[in-house]
């Protein structure tokens, strides 16, 4: 009796696991431009958020860690990390390194998958606004899974041969 609720048991736990992967698999082939270039804005409103107030290099490495890479996390936190009292802060900048462009995520933000990986990109062209001017380029910023999760993996200049054509 008792070996047949154990086997019970592990068949119930075996069901739901399975049940619960399944949802993952669906989750992860729903992610569609809008959802890229959600992320995108998020992650950005995240790093900007690190410079309102001090705290402690595990929060920041906590909320920064749900939309980028652990090695873009790093790489950020090493650069852009201040001691103040009282904890960490950041400080803005418009050439700081590893910080997510500024969009006007509106019809000129465009999301594109090609090889495994989301680019969310705008062409920017001479603009003269504020302290400095831009010359005509793409900023683009680079998604990639990381353990079941897209996250931001680079930010770059570059984008693959065929992306803008589409």
């Known amino acids: ?19 619960s992967g399944q949802v993952s698999q669906t989750k992860a082939s729903e992610f569609t431009k809008n959802s890229a270039v959600n992320l995108v804005r998020d992650a950005f409103h995240t790093q900007v958020s690190l410079g309102e107030q001090p705290q402690s290099k595990k929060q920041i490495e906590t909320k920064l860690s749900k939309y980028f890479t652990e090695g873009l996390t ?3 936190m090493s650069e852009n990390l201040y001691e103040v009292d009282g904890g960490y802060i950041t ?27 989301w680019y969310v990109y705008e062409e920017r062209t001479n603009q003269e ?20 999760a897209w ?16």
């Open 91 to 117: 400080f803005g900048s418009d050439f700081a390194s590893h910080y997510i462009p500024f969009f006007q995520y509106d019809e000129s933000t465009r999301a594109e998958y090609i090889d495994g990986k």
């Open 1 to 19: 009796m008792k070996k047949r609720k154990v086997w019970l048991l592990l068949l119930i736990v075996g069901l739901i696991s399975a049940a």
């Open 151 to 166: 996250k931001v993996s680079s930010i770059t200049y570059d984008l693959p041969e065929g992306v803008q054509s589409r």
């Open 74 to 76: 790093t790489s950020f």
């Open 129 to 148: 606004e504020g302290p400095y001017s831009t010359n005509s380029d793409i900023e683009a910023v680079v998604l990639s899974e990381e353990e079941g």
